[in-house]
């Protein structure tokens, strides 16, 4: 089968795999894991951060980021389709106490404008405004792509009204192909950032958040509690440590597939409409009455796997486990249904 339903199917490389067993190892509740320290200090470096902290999952690292820069009746500002919204269980309120205060905008994607308009008014009836959180690239937005001369007035904002600004940045180096820009200016603009190994990088586990040293000796104790406290998983780290020093740059194949599947699926007479391609997702709208699940049956029977985002609409996800003769026969599928 051709497994288009997520970045999250991707398997280790052989050259993974050798890089996970040659891996050293130690305890990682105790910091004497090398391979992990290894790791924490490269992604840190790497983003300009004094430190980071490995966690099991971008779940994990987005709720324990919220729970370190909130206390309870607070509230979180995002987009509607953030992530941290849509698809963490509601751990904000389970974890952190906190509400949520969503904002419409374009394709995932949030202005300061919105959020200024946003922020509560210091009254003892509502929650207090604490928090702002940014998706890039945005997942339900089509994997639109935040360019940083977008977020600098976001950062202006949260520094004058003493907001903190996490980055959700799961599928962050899609982006930063594209763009050009440093993970360094990244970095640099927000106080938080997590990111994920185990999507189009490869990685078969883990996510990194990433901040001041204050902020991570903080997390790390509420990684803790939250069951994360990992022994021996540096062979899991060599896995990102490879992911990160090999399968950033190749991202810009996992997004060009997608912009050529993006044209190839708007000259169908099936397809409504599809959003703007911007980095490896491609979610479009279905014509007429034919249901996603309808669609994804047919797919299923050609040997493509996809993915529903809502009754009438398909979500393709491009991933270094796709071959060139895959992407062939997905190409030869869709023009022909």
Same mark, same amino acid.
């Given at each position: @089968? ?5 970045? !999250?199917?991707?398997? &280790?490389? &052989? +050259?993974?795999?050798?890089? @996970? ?8 509740? #105790? ?7 290894? $790791? ?31 206390? %309870? ?16 269980? +509601?751990?904000?309120? #389970?974890?952190?106490?906190?509400? @949520? ?9 949030? !202005? ?11 009254? =003892?009836?509502?929650?207090? *405004? ?22 600098? &007035? ?21 982006? $930063?192909?594209? !763009? ?20 189009? $990088? ?30 021996? +998983?540096?062979?899991?780290?060599? +896995?990102?440590?490879?992911? /990160? ?5 190749? $991202? ?12 190839? /699926? *708007?000259?169908? %007479? ?5 959003? %703007? ?7 479009? =709208? ?22 529903? #985002? ?6 393709? !996800? #491009? ?6 003769? @895959? ?6 599928? /869709?023009?022909?249904?």
């Amino acid at each position: @089968m051709i497994n288009l339903i997520s970045d !999250t199917v991707t398997k &280790p490389s &052989p +050259a993974m795999l050798s890089a @996970m067993l040659a891996a050293e190892v130690g305890d990682d509740v #105790f910091g004497q894991d090398p391979t992990i320290n290894e $790791l924490e200090s490269y992604a840190a470096a790497l983003f300009g951060k004094e430190k980071a902290l490995f966690c099991p999952s971008g779940t994990m690292t987005n709720q324990i980021a919220i729970k370190t820069h909130t206390q %309870p009746l607070d509230e979180v500002i995002c987009d509607y389709t953030s992530h941290v919204y849509q698809y963490e269980t +509601a751990g904000y309120a #389970f974890h952190s106490g906190v509400s @949520m205060n969503l904002l419409q905008g374009i394709n995932g994607k949030i !202005t300061a404008e919105q959020i200024e308009a946003a922020i509560k008014p210091d009254y =003892d009836w509502l929650p207090v *405004s604490r928090l702002v959180v940014i998706e890039n690239t945005c997942n339900k937005g089509g994997g639109s792509i935040y360019r940083l001369p977008e977020i600098e &007035p976001i950062r202006a904002l949260c520094t004058a009204k003493g907001l903190a600004l996490h980055l959700d940045g799961a599928r962050l180096f899609n982006a $930063l192909v594209e !763009t050009g820009e440093s993970p360094a200016d990244w970095g640099a603009t927000f106080d938080s950032i997590s990111i994920c190994l185990s999507k189009g $990088l490869g990685a078969p586990v883990g996510s990194l958040l990433l901040g001041e040293a204050g902020f991570i000796k903080k997390a790390r104790r509420l990684r803790k509690v939250m069951g994360g406290g990992m022994r021996q +998983a540096g062979y899991l780290a060599a +896995a990102g440590l490879y992911a /990160l020093k090999n399968n950033v740059d190749r $991202l810009a194949i996992d997004n060009e597939r997608a912009r050529k599947m993006g044209a190839i /699926l *708007s000259a169908q %007479p099936y397809v409504e409409s599809v959003r %703007p391609v911007q980095s490896n997702i491609v979610i479009f =709208d279905l014509a007429g009455k034919t249901t996603a699940a309808d669609f994804l049956q047919q797919l299923e029977t050609k040997g493509i796997l996809a993915t529903a #985002f809502g009754p009438q609409t398909i979500r393709l !996800t #491009f991933h270094l486990d796709i071959s060139e003769e @895959m992407m062939n026969r997905v190409e030869e599928v /869709l023009s022909c249904m």
